[in-house]
């Protein structure tokens, strides 16, 4: 723990500008709280970036925690790669998003690395996209995904596409580490020193990945026949709005209704309170457009455009969230049905779920022959697994809970316009069937049994909140529950211990009961949350989730 009077006192002796100390001041002065949550520690960064609030301070994301991040990674890539070097960079619509990738691209460049910066707002699965249709070292995405405003963030991504892993993701880590002073950060030019050049991409990478995206397609004679089928679509300000319609459009659907209001890119998000998809007060203007307009279908991406949120109609005519894994589930079970019914299931394919994603979804796999393999929450896991099996077997598709899910190999995370296009062809295709997406979904639970998920989260800010996450973590592993939800505790699993759950180590835990439900707890490694996710099977699941909410939320 950092003596915050210490650190702040640095910021105003050190070199910083005189805004920036002006910033510090003023905290000192009046707000001592702030001060200390601005200054108690570094802001971390972990094995996938930063992430946290904006303003002054070591624990902020500001033009100094940025700088000195990319100065460790610039340093990294010089002690480890040879020869030509070069990072793609790309942004969201959040307040300093484009300050952050310009400080970004500068810092590389002085460092003598070729910077790819796109010329404008671009998704994060472009980005991803973007690192091997250039043949660059890596990449960064600057975002804070589905966080409020006050949020920024910085995603680093390797030569694969996919986020940094082992053992790259810690090497970095430890030179980011090593930078303790804005001094240390090539922030200008140094003289003598090679310098890269920054180069502006865009269109062109624009239209291959729209161009690849049309590979993916399973049912185009479905999309003719269903072309006018209402879809209601939001960015909520964020970057999707420049590629997800056209996307739609060029699969096939002419009837693309808009959001007027959250169309426009704003960092402030005036209509909603948290753009985050999964949040339903952040799809209200949406869901309202579908009622007025009759549109069955809403899909929703968040400002960085990676995570899918949709709705669609029940069978009494209502429109309804769907979450994440009921969304996977149903698309799974599409995708694989039509690989099957196209002959291109011969044993060499492959799914990706998380550790805390609906047990369906593996349940849909072994039906159709397909391995699922099971990985750590974050989709860079899931990439991590189609590195390793790149040329061995052929990956299909793979989710996460958390609205997150991609298909194909050419984007290596989680793609809200790949998800979304899929779905729409999903609703198109199910049409020809005789079905809504709701009646497909019900299919589905009839054939595998009932799946009921729900994920809550308690919110601890602050260093005290930090500590309190840490105790509860601390007393679930020192005294699990004898019982979940009536049925007697059957097995624990403590992902941090590697040498018994063959994954990386990480702070998770699962608890399973003699019924087959099971809970997992986890920090969350970019939010001041704790999240605890409830997986229930059979008749009675409904009853059961409600009993594990009340047990461990307290």
């Not at 460049?109 to 910066?117: A, D, E, F, W």
Request: aromatic share 10%; charged share 25%.
């Amino acid at each position: 723990m950092k003596d915050f009077k210490q650190a702040a006192n640095s910021w105003l002796q050190g070199n910083f500008d005189e805004e920036t100390k002006a910033q510090v001041k003023q905290l000192m002065d009046t707000d001592p709280v702030a001060l200390e949550d601005a200054f108690y520690r570094n802001l971390e960064f972990g094995t996938g970036g930063l992430r946290g609030t904006m303003g002054v301070g070591t624990n902020r994301m500001n033009k100094y925690t940025v700088g000195m991040a990319t100065q460790g990674l610039a340093n990294y890539i010089k002690e480890h790669v040879a020869g030509s070097r070069s990072v793609c960079i790309a942004y969201d619509s959040r307040n300093n998003s484009a300050l952050f990738a310009k400080i970004s691209a500068d810092v590389l460049s002085n460092n003598g690395i070729h910077v790819y910066l796109f010329d404008g707002l671009r998704p994060t699965p472009e980005l991803s996209y973007s690192i091997r249709f250039k043949g660059a070292t890596a990449g960064i995405m600057v975002t804070a995904s589905h966080n409020p405003k006050e949020y920024n963030g910085y995603k680093v991504f390797w030569s694969d596409g996919g986020q940094i892993t082992a053992p790259v993701d810690k090497d970095i880590v430890a030179e980011v580490a090593k930078i303790e002073d804005p001094a240390d950060v090539r922030f200008t030019p140094v003289e003598g020193a090679e310098i890269g050049g920054i180069e502006m991409m865009g269109a062109d990478v624009d239209e291959h990945y729209l161009s690849d995206q049309l590979t993916l397609m399973l049912s185009p004679d479905a999309v003719k026949k269903h072309a006018d089928m209402k879809i209601v679509y939001t960015p909520l300000h964020g970057c999707g709005v420049r590629l997800m319609p056209e996307a739609l459009k060029r699969i096939g659907f002419t009837n693309i209704i808009h959001v007027p209001e959250q169309d426009i890119n704003d960092g402030n998000f005036p209509t909603v309170v948290s753009p985050n998809p999964e949040e339903p007060a952040a799809m209200k203007m949406a869901l309202e457009k579908a009622d007025e307009t009759g549109a069955d279908l809403v899909l929703a991406t968040d400002p960085d455009a990676d995570r899918l949120g949709i709705a669609v109609r029940d069978d009494s005519g209502k429109m309804v969230q769907l979450t994440g894994n009921q969304t996977w589930s149903f698309l799974t079970y599409y995708i694989l049905r039509r690989w099957k019914e196209l002959g291109k299931l011969d044993g060499r394919q492959y799914c990706v779920k998380t550790i805390v994603t609906s047990e369906l979804i593996a349940a849909i796999c072994k039906s159709f022959g397909v391995k699922c393999y099971n990985v750590l929450t974050g989709f860079k896991y899931i990439a991590e697994v189609q590195k390793q099996q790149e040329g061995k077997a052929e990956f299909v598709c793979g989710g996460e809970e958390s609205y997150g899910f991609n298909l194909g190999s050419f984007v290596r995370d989680k793609c809200a316009q790949v998800a979304g296009c899929a779905v729409a062809e999903c609703a198109a295709w199910a049409a020809e069937q005789g079905m809504t997406l709701w009646q497909l979904l019900q299919k589905v639970y009839r054939e595998y049994g009932l799946y009921v998920e729900k994920m809550v989260y308690i919110v601890r800010k602050g260093k005290s909140g930090a500590e309190e996450i840490q105790k509860i973590m601390a007393d679930y592993r020192a005294c699990p529950p004898a019982q979940i939800a009536g049925s007697p505790l059957a097995k624990v699993i403590d992902y941090n211990k590697p040498e018994e759950t063959g994954l990386p180590k990480s702070n998770v835990l699962q608890f399973f009961n003699e019924a087959g439900d099971v809970v997992s707890v986890r920090p969350s490694g970019t939010e001041p949350k704790i999240k605890f996710y409830f997986g229930a099977h059979g008749s009675d699941a409904p009853a059961k989730i409600e009993a594990l909410r009340e047990q461990f939320i307290k």
